[in-house]
Nanobody
């Protein structure tokens, strides 16, 4: 089992920045992927950014590419999502996720149902 705890959410004005942190604990040795999804009220959970833990390769949703940066500290089992130039449409609850197996196919990479472990989420609110 892997436990994930998010922190760093909050309220910010459009154009501002926030940094989300996810701390993983438990049986993290087998973790292959970590990342973030988000869910706004009435919408499906959507992928934001994913990192392949082994080599640090990152994947971004088109909507955040160039504004968000995902990084990791493997020694601490933590990932960080730096969010810059935030927009009102970024408002959502952000969830950290982790998965212990290889994922084949881009489509599966962005499906919430692919991932085994989830945190409780942290709210991000961007006002215009």
């Amino acid at each position: 089992q892997v436990q994930l705890v998010e922190s760093g959410g909050g309220s910010v004005q459009a154009g501002g920045s926030l940094r989300l942190t996810c701390a993983a604990s438990g049986y993290t040795y087998s973790t292959k992927y970590m990342g973030w999804f988000r869910q706004a009220p009435g919408k499906d959970r959507e992928g934001v950014a994913i990192i392949y833990v082994y080599n640090g390769r990152t994947y971004y949703a088109d909507s955040v590419n160039g504004r968000f940066t995902l990084s990791q500290d493997k020694s601490k089992n933590m990932v960080y999502l730096q969010m810059n130039n935030l927009k009102p449409e970024d408002t959502a609850k952000y969830y950290c996720t982790a998965h212990p197996e290889l994922i084949f196919g881009t489509e599966k990479l962005w499906l919430a149902s692919t991932y085994k472990y989830w945190g409780q989420g942290t709210q991000v609110t961007v006002s215009s």
